[in-house]
């Protein structure tokens, strides 16, 4: 059972434009959210997280958006440029005192064409 | 630079082979992670530690096996009763054990079982 889920394994979109990637997850325990970015052949390298008692955070071109509710959250670029073209892992965790496991959704493949 | 190092970046190995794949910190980091990650799959925890001489099992342990005798290394072994070992295997790392700390990634090893 996938606690974590990117159903849509990849996007493409046109440089400048906004690229939205979306993440649903199923344990409501889940508090701290968390988004990575990976070439090919890399490690993934951490780009944006969210704890659960906002519903925004916002780093320059990177917006997380949290949806406690709905159990969903986006992740929105804008504007998107070809360098972001990679594969993105949403990523969500138990606060202290709960998991020690951090659980990861499949990834989704974001392509910016120039 | 501090960083994590993991090696080789690339290994064959033949069927019925143990194989060891070294991971390297010196953030002085306390949690020590091994992930897996298989073709449109997430990232699947093998063995985690948040401390020296102490490490749990993950999701996916069986055929695996881990020492952390030193802070700064935590290497995997990948033994012959692994079903299927060909994989990318990820190290990671983190100040603290999860879950609200983001996780700090080597740049991977690329097991193949010929």
């Known amino acids: 059972d996938q606690q974590v889920k990117q159903n849509s394994p990849s996007l493409s979109v046109q440089e400048g434009r906004i690229s939205i990637l979306n993440c649903d997850y199923t344990n409501s325990m889940f508090d701290y959210f968390l988004w990575y970015k990976k070439y090919p052949a890399e490690g993934p390298t951490f780009l944006i997280s969210?704890?659960?008692?906002?519903d925004k955070n916002e780093d320059g071109r990177f917006t997380v958006f949290l949806n406690k509710s709905a159990k969903h959250l986006s992740l929105h670029i804008v504007p998107s440029q070809p360098g972001d073209s990679a594969v993105y892992f949403c990523a969500a965790s138990v606060g202290p005192g709960g998991s020690e496991k951090l659980v990861f959704g499949k990834g989704m493949k974001l392509t910016v064409n120039p | 630079d501090g960083g994590i190092t993991q090696s080789p970046k690339y290994l064959f190995r033949k069927e019925g082979q143990n194989v060891t794949l070294s991971c390297e910190q010196n953030l002085n980091h306390d949690a020590m992670y091994w992930y897996r990650q298989d073709p449109g799959q997430g990232l699947r925890l093998i063995y985690y530690s948040q401390i020296v001489n102490d490490f749990q099992k993950g999701d996916i342990a069986e055929g695996y096996s881990v020492s952390r005798e030193k802070k700064e290394s935590f290497p995997l072994t990948v033994t012959s009763a692994q079903k299927n070992p060909t994989a990318f295997y990820l190290c990671?790392?983190?100040?603290?054990?999860?879950?609200?700390?983001?996780?700090?990634f080597g740049e991977g090893s690329r097991l193949t079982v010929l």
């Open positions: 969210i704890s659960s008692i906002k």
């Open positions: 990671a790392s983190s100040i603290q054990s999860l879950g609200s700390g983001e996780l700090f």
